[in-house]
């Protein structure tokens, strides 16, 4: 039995990369043409980036719960929610969830770990980068985590909200993330996390001196592992 896959979207560009991932890389698990049963459902990001700044994570969360109680009521089994930024939400709600969570950096670290990475870039709005997303997750497999600059992380949180969201993918701005990559590489990092599920629609291989972990097709590919894995047998 495949399992019904929840999206809870933020931003229409991210989400659309991790709809079509499960789609198209479905047919790899069940068949030409198929894919598990997916259903997405998506607020504003108006309302999500109003409830950030003035009711904090936990308004963010509130949103996040309304969100799953819909899918949850559509016959969705599992959710994902392509955006990085609220995980920081999720990990507050997650125990109050009405259907379980995969969570993107957990996600990408396991990734991380998998292809021996051991210090990595992290690039992503201004509130992911120094926020608690992703530094215990990364630790949780042995990674250290590498950040731009303050004026670097400033410019790259610019881009997303201004330009990335809105589907502008301007080769000045990738030029841009490139040398933010290149930077990081000298400092040490090992692989680059687009921790914007924006990003990868930027910025691919070829754009980076660093390997990528692309949060947005991890996310998308563990979800579909998890639609079709067995549940443990009781003993």
Request: glycine share 8%; charged share 25%; hydrophobic share 40%.
């Amino acid at each position: 039995m495949v399992r019904h896959i929840g999206i809870v979207a933020v931003s229409a560009e991210g989400a659309a990369l991790c709809y079509r991932t499960l789609c198209v890389e479905g047919a790899s698990l069940l068949g030409r043409h198929a894919h598990p049963e997916v259903t997405m459902h998506t607020y504003p990001l108006a309302d999500y980036l109003r409830h950030a700044e003035e009711a904090g994570w936990h308004g963010v969360g509130d949103m996040l719960l309304s969100s799953a109680e819909k899918l949850r009521g559509a016959g969705a089994d599992l959710l994902i929610c392509p955006d990085n930024t609220v995980h920081q939400a999720i990990d507050l709600i997650r125990d109050r969830s009405p259907l379980p969570w995969l969570h993107i950096a957990e996600e990408v670290a396991i990734v991380a770990s998998q292809r021996g990475f051991r210090r990595a870039l992290l690039l992503g709005t201004r509130s992911l980068m120094e926020g608690p997303v992703y530094p215990p997750k990364l630790s949780s497999q042995g990674i250290e985590w590498d950040l731009p600059g303050v004026e670097e992380r400033q410019h790259i949180d610019a881009f997303i909200f201004d330009e990335l969201v809105n589907g502008r993918f301007e080769a000045s701005t990738r030029s841009y993330f490139s040398r933010v990559i290149a930077a990081g590489k000298r400092r040490g990092a090992d692989a680059v996390v687009l921790g914007c599920t924006e990003i990868p629609l930027l910025v691919s291989e070829a754009d980076s001196t660093l390997p990528i972990l692309d949060s947005t097709r991890i996310l998308a590919r563990a979800a579909l592992r998890e639609s079709v894995r067995q549940p443990a047998e009781q003993p």
